[in-house]
């Protein structure tokens, strides 16, 4: 699967912005999808998952709460709402995604094996 992420942007702290990634080439119920952000001079971090059956999710302590993330098998399409956003969102965000599950960690960890390009995200104060 290929996979396009879209919608950042430079927004101001309290916004609201929706990430969209656009899958082409097999349908996103296939694969475990995240979306991962990496700060400069910070480690990536994956901060959301869906299951590829839509019915688990995961968030990062740092945006339960605050982000929202939800798939579109009709448009196969994956995104990623994001409210309350902080100056610490401030990323490039990326999406991500799996078909194979690891043994012994958690379904939202392990190799994401296709990539996308990333979106800015800034978030100004």
């Known amino acids: 699967v290929q996979l396009q992420a879209s919608g950042g942007g430079l927004v101001q702290a309290g916004d609201s912005l929706r990430l969209s990634c656009a899958a082409s080439g097999r349908t996103v119920d296939y694969y475990d999808m995240g979306w991962f952000r990496q700060a400069p001079g910070k480690e990536r971090e994956l901060v959301s998952a869906i299951a590829w059956h839509s019915t688990e999710t995961y968030y990062a302590d740092s945006v339960k709460g605050r982000f929202t993330i939800s798939k579109d098998i009709g448009k196969n399409t994956v995104s990623l709402q994001m409210s309350s956003l902080k100056a610490e969102d401030t990323a490039v965000y990326y999406c991500?995604?799996?078909?194979?599950?690891?043994?012994?960690?958690?379904?939202?960890?392990?190799?994401?094996?296709?990539w996308g390009r990333g979106t800015q995200v800034t978030v100004s104060s």
């Open positions: 991500a995604g799996k078909d194979l599950r690891g043994v012994g960690v958690a379904w939202y960890g392990g190799q994401y094996t296709n």
